[in-house]
């Protein structure tokens, strides 16, 4: 069933575990997600970039693909659909228009003032829809939807007085994570992130879960993250599978065979974050 999420991931932080979001980009994707949760018991996010809704149709191709897909595969796991650093007010809008249960706006371009500003006209809209929002502050690295950046860490101040000022319901602070892959290795700046989360009451995001090592995820959990973003990590199992299934099946021409030859290393993926993230049987 589709939740916005809000009671759920207070209860990670509570409890010390982080819901994982799986991105999705297609309909295989989304099945494959839905089935090994729902096996595991964990709840989960589909986080959705603007680049994905774009490549799959539109946000209510998307809204009820997922929609479709939980009630054809008997799905009972609580499900957030969630927009993935929606960049404008106006996305954000669309995609709880059509049905999206979490969104996150991500303003973190710009000023303190002006990132307050853009994120309080989505919470204002999202609260009379009952729809979840997750900001950003500072400037997380690496390469989101093929857009590159550096990073910028969060302040504790800063990071207040967003929350303070907006109400939103979940934070991701930059703390050294990066989207993609990292080029040497992880360096979380573990201190700002456990002065963060001593100063505030929402849950904390990280994004740019791939790559960073089994203890340290452990470690930002133990510290307020309650929610962990994965999805460059699905990307590479996926691709090797299916490139491996091409190699040694030249005269397979079905698309079905080709995607799905993914199917169980992604679902093996899925099944050691959820381990790892600690959010199995937590339904």
Not at 61 to 88: A, F, Q
Not at 133 to 149: L, T, Y
Not at 214 to 225: P, R, T
């Amino acid at each position: 069933m589709l939740v916005n999420g809000i009671e759920l991931l207070n209860n990670a932080k509570k409890e010390h575990y982080a819901i994982p979001q799986f991105n999705i980009n297609n309909l295989e994707w989304t099945k494959y997600i839905l089935e090994e949760c729902e096996r595991l018991k964990s709840p989960v996010i589909l986080g959705v970039s603007e680049g994905a809704i774009k490549y799959m149709g539109g946000f209510n191709t998307v809204y009820n693909l997922v929609n479709g897909l939980i009630n054809d595969l008997k799905i009972t796991i609580p499900v957030i659909l969630h927009l993935d650093h929606g960049k404008s007010v106006v996305n954000c809008k669309k995609a709880i228009e059509n049905g999206f249960t979490s969104v996150m706006i991500d303003a973190s371009n710009y000023s303190i003032t002006e990132n307050i500003k853009i994120t309080k006209e989505v919470t204002n809209y999202a609260k009379q829809n009952n729809v979840a929002v997750e900001a950003e502050i500072g400037h997380i690295g690496g390469s989101e939807d093929n857009v590159e950046g550096d990073i910028l860490y969060a302040t504790v101040d800063d990071c207040v007085e967003l929350i303070e000022a907006t109400n939103i319901n979940s934070l991701a602070p930059a703390l050294g994570s990066v989207h993609g892959l990292y080029k040497g290795e992880p360096n979380l700046n573990f201190e700002r992130m456990k002065e963060i989360n001593s100063s505030v009451k929402v849950p904390l995001v990280l994004h740019g879960g791939t790559g960073i090592p089994s203890h340290q995820i452990k470690k930002s959990i133990k510290y307020g993250i309650a929610k962990i973003n994965i999805n460059t990590e699905l990307q590479i199992v996926w691709a090797e599978a299916v490139k491996k299934f091409i190699r040694n099946n030249k005269d397979v021409y079905d698309p079905r065979k080709i995607i799905n030859a993914g199917e169980k290393a992604i679902k093996q993926k899925i099944y050691e974050k959820i381990v790892l993230f600690n959010s199995k049987n937590k339904v």
